[in-house]
């Protein structure tokens, strides 16, 4: 029979399965990252975060982006905001400091994950404060207000395919591993 990618990505759905009520159990959850494999064998990255009071769940990267954001020029108070980064609505949601090029960590409405340079993050979320985004109503004129504007409709009447932005987007994050798209590269 073999491995191939079909088999990998249901191997990687009966282990988050499987592995969901141990996590619950322990008070976070197992995340399934990422799996290299042959025709024969498979290695599979699996790592386990707790949730804290509000059911997010508290992994290394949401860590490091309060630790050691400063040093890539991120405030604390930037995770899990939203911003126009690259044209794109995302969220931002932590950063690897092993990626020394795209180190911060995005998420968009559907659940797709981005990497992105401090640089945009930066550039999005002064922009984002310059614009008015601390609470008050955004006029028609601004982009990042349009972008909300579409997306709203579009998940009203389902035609993005989301889920409606019902599960934990840290937890959609985390499950989501296909072709990271650096944000604002060609």
């Given at each position: 029979?073999?491995?191939?990618s079909?088999?990998?990505e249901?191997?990687?759905?009966?282990?988050?399965?499987?592995?969901?009520?141990?996590g619950?159990?322990?008070g976070?959850?197992?995340?399934v990252?990422?799996?290299?494999?042959?025709?024969?064998?498979?290695?599979?990255?699996?790592s386990?975060?707790?949730?804290?009071?509000?059911?997010v769940?508290?992994?290394?990267?949401?860590?490091?982006?309060?630790?050691v954001?400063?040093?890539?020029?991120?405030?604390?108070?930037?995770?899990?905001?939203?911003?126009?980064?690259g044209?794109?609505?995302?969220?931002?949601?932590?950063?690897?400091?092993?990626?020394?090029?795209?180190?911060?960590?995005?998420?968009?409405?559907?659940?797709r994950s981005?990497?992105?340079?401090?640089?945009?993050?930066?550039?999005?979320?002064?922009?984002?404060?310059?614009?008015?985004?601390?609470g008050?109503?955004?006029?028609?004129?601004?982009?990042?207000?349009?972008?909300?504007?579409?997306?709203?409709k579009?998940?009203?009447?389902?035609?993005d395919?989301?889920?409606?932005?019902?599960?934990?987007?840290?937890?959609?994050?985390?499950?989501?591993?296909?072709?990271?798209?650096?944000?604002?590269?060609?």
């Amino acid at each position: 029979m073999g491995l191939g990618s079909t088999s990998i990505e249901r191997l990687r759905q009966e282990i988050n399965d499987a592995l969901s009520d141990v996590g619950e159990e322990f008070g976070g959850a197992f995340l399934v990252g990422s799996i290299r494999y042959t025709e024969n064998s498979a290695k599979i990255q699996l790592s386990f975060s707790l949730r804290d009071s509000s059911g997010v769940l508290l992994t290394r990267e949401r860590e490091d982006f309060i630790r050691v954001g400063w040093q890539y020029g991120m405030e604390p108070e930037w995770l899990d905001e939203e911003a126009l980064i690259g044209g794109r609505l995302m969220k931002i949601v932590g950063l690897k400091t092993s990626r020394h090029k795209y180190p911060i960590s995005c998420v968009d409405r559907a659940g797709r994950s981005f990497k992105c340079d401090s640089a945009s993050v930066q550039n999005a979320m002064r922009s984002r404060s310059r614009l008015g985004e601390s609470g008050e109503t955004l006029g028609n004129d601004d982009p990042l207000a349009q972008v909300r504007a579409r997306l709203e409709k579009e998940d009203g009447d389902g035609r993005d395919g989301s889920t409606g932005g019902t599960s934990d987007d840290s937890q959609r994050y985390a499950g989501h591993h296909g072709t990271e798209v650096p944000a604002g590269a060609a």
